[in-house]
């Protein structure tokens, strides 16, 4: 169980930290965000959902470290990397476990976002998140920023990430306009997070290191996740690969 009882407890839980970072958003966002507080436990809105064609937004969750609650890694030297296993800066430790590739396409009005860049981000497989966890504040693993290629393609070379109390598996990002936006923590195109199939879960849960994740993932499910709840169709990663070379996970972003 993760330490902290108020690990992604959704978008109510999270909505001053969103406001004072989406400011920019204006009235119509701040609309947004507090019907979705109306709706008991539902991080996505309603209205960004119906936006059409859309990945939904999602809340950062407590931990995002993009400088809208404690810590900023965006502004890091070293942050824009591929390979985001071991930390950097003051972070020394390697995160370890299952070999995860996570392979995102953005597209904007159908059309690849070239030069837009992401920002992953999650937990590893104690469950636990560099930069705010306990026994783990002064490391930088699990966190980094890639650009889009030309074809709206950003890479990522990690692990696949633990089941912790009261959340379904996930991966948390955020897409900006450009590299030089994402650098500067600035304003973000889009907050969502990505969901991983349940038989890939459990296979990979049975694998030495992930013990704990195994009675945390019997104990949640997708319908009844404060975030997937609402719907995780246009959320939830297609897997490919096993435990002994590592899986990729694939998920289509259109913002």
Request: aromatic share 8%; with cysteine; hydrophobic share 35%.
């Amino acid at each position: 169980m993760h330490a902290d009882d108020n690990h992604d407890r959704g978008l109510a839980f999270d909505l001053p930290g969103l406001l004072d970072r989406r400011g920019a958003l204006g009235l119509l966002g701040g609309a947004v965000l507090l019907g979705a507080v109306g709706c008991a436990g539902e991080a996505g809105s309603s209205a960004a959902r119906a936006a059409a064609g859309e990945i939904p937004d999602e809340t950062a969750g407590p931990y995002p470290g993009d400088g809208s609650n404690g810590p900023n890694i965006l502004t890091q030297s070293g942050v824009v990397r591929q390979d985001i296993r071991a930390g950097f800066g003051s972070g020394s430790a390697t995160a370890e476990g299952v070999p995860l590739t996570i392979e995102l396409t953005v597209t904007d009005d159908g059309a690849p976002y070239r030069g837009a860049a992401v920002y992953l981000w999650h937990c590893d497989r104690e469950g636990r998140y560099s930069m705010y966890s306990e026994g783990v504040t002064g490391e930088t693993y699990l966190r980094g920023v890639q650009e889009a290629d030309a074809n709206g393609l950003v890479r990522f070379t990690s692990v696949f990430p633990g089941a912790y109390a009261g959340r379904w598996p996930h991966v948390h990002f955020e897409v900006y306009g450009s590299l030089a936006e994402a650098t500067k923590a600035g304003e973000q195109v889009k907050t969502s997070q990505l969901a991983f199939p349940e038989d890939v879960c459990t296979t990979v849960y049975a694998t030495s290191g992930y013990e704990q994740s195994v009675t945390n993932l019997t104990r949640s499910s997708l319908e009844d996740d404060n975030v997937f709840g609402d719907g995780y169709e246009s959320q939830l990663a297609t897997l490919s690969g096993d435990v002994s070379g590592g899986y990729t996970a694939r998920l289509a972003v259109p913002v």
